[in-house]
């Protein structure tokens, strides 16, 4: 099988086993049942052992059009469709280097197809407790945080022209938006998603209960323009110390081998991050923040 030969990243090589993840993904995209029918034949597990062999060789000088990076891109798509359905999912749960290879391809800013074919699949997963455990465990949101601070709302709001092909901020806008999506699915503040406490609380420590709300509103153009504005409002105090502080503290998690578990201690993490700043900044932000919340909750009307 090409996927396991030793030539695979040879110059050259890997053009047939491109080809077939591609004629993978259009065949689930054309019936997304035919993702049971791949489990069933040991297909998807093929797919996995192909993704895992070439992720390792992303990196930031990859092109959107290398073979490998063309691979992991279709690989994606082939897992979120599959995601659709419980015994994939159980199949994909037992991949266990797989969401840390996820978190891996949303770093490259530079492929930002992949990385957005990669918060796709955040989102898909979502659907299922273990797997949102799992994706959490990785380390996920330390790789999804950070592009939620490089969208910029003027554009749009100025009414100026611009598309994905030629304007570098609408990429990254487009990635920023598809970080926020797999947030708030990765939390359960979309429907189907189940409820993740462990996410909502990590979120509500580092992105404020307002802002929280608002993504579970479900508006996330507001969210981002919220989190890149400067506010002082009975909501929320944001500003750039604050997120100077914050990106620097994901920053080094984000790069970090610690046991990520320790997501699950965001709150604590903060909180003692802020106590060693000089200004302590952060730390008194974020009190604050909590605090105006539970004393003037944010009331959205029903749709």
């Not at 996820?102 to 407790?129: G, I, M, P, Y």
């Not at 994901?250 to 965001?266: C, D, G, I, P």
Request: contains cysteine; negative net charge.
């Amino acid at each position: 099988m090409e996927s396991i030969d030793d030539a695979l990243f040879a110059n050259g090589g890997g053009q047939l086993l491109c080809a077939a993840v591609e004629l993978y993904y259009w065949t689930l995209r054309s019936s997304a049942l035919n993702a049971e029918q791949l489990r069933r034949d040991g297909g998807l597990y093929a797919l996995y052992e192909t993704f895992e062999r070439c992720v390792p060789m992303v990196s930031l000088s990859s092109k959107k059009m290398d073979m490998h990076v063309q691979i992991c891109l279709h690989s994606c798509n082939c897992f979120d469709v599959a995601a659709q359905f419980d015994s994939c999912r159980d199949k994909i749960s037992e991949m266990k280097t797989l969401f840390n290879s996820l978190c891996r391809l949303l770093k490259f800013e530079n492929l930002v197809q992949l990385a957005v074919a990669a918060a796709e699949c955040v989102c898909s997963f979502s659907v299922c407790t273990l797997l949102q455990t799992q994706l959490f465990q990785a380390g996920v949101l330390w790789q999804l945080l950070p592009h939620l601070f490089k969208y910029d709302y003027t554009p749009d709001e100025g009414g100026v022209s611009h598309s994905e092909e030629s304007n570098q901020q609408s990429i990254l806008n487009k990635l920023a938006l598809a970080s926020c999506e797999a947030l708030a699915c990765l939390a359960g503040f979309r429907s189907g998603t189940p409820e993740n406490y462990g996410v909502q609380n990590s979120l509500r420590a580092m992105l404020t209960p307002y802002v929280c709300r608002l993504m579970r509103n479900g508006d996330n153009h507001l969210v981002l323009k919220v989190l890149n504005s400067n506010l002082e409002d009975p909501y929320m105090i944001w500003d750039n110390g604050t997120r100077a502080e914050l990106l620097e503290f994901v920053e080094k998690h984000r790069s970090s081998n610690v046991n990520t578990e320790k997501l699950y201690e965001a709150d604590h993490h903060v909180t003692e991050n802020a106590k060693t700043s000089n200004t302590n900044t952060l730390k008194k932000v974020l009190k604050l923040n909590k605090l105006l919340s539970d004393r003037y909750p944010v009331h959205f009307p029903s749709s």
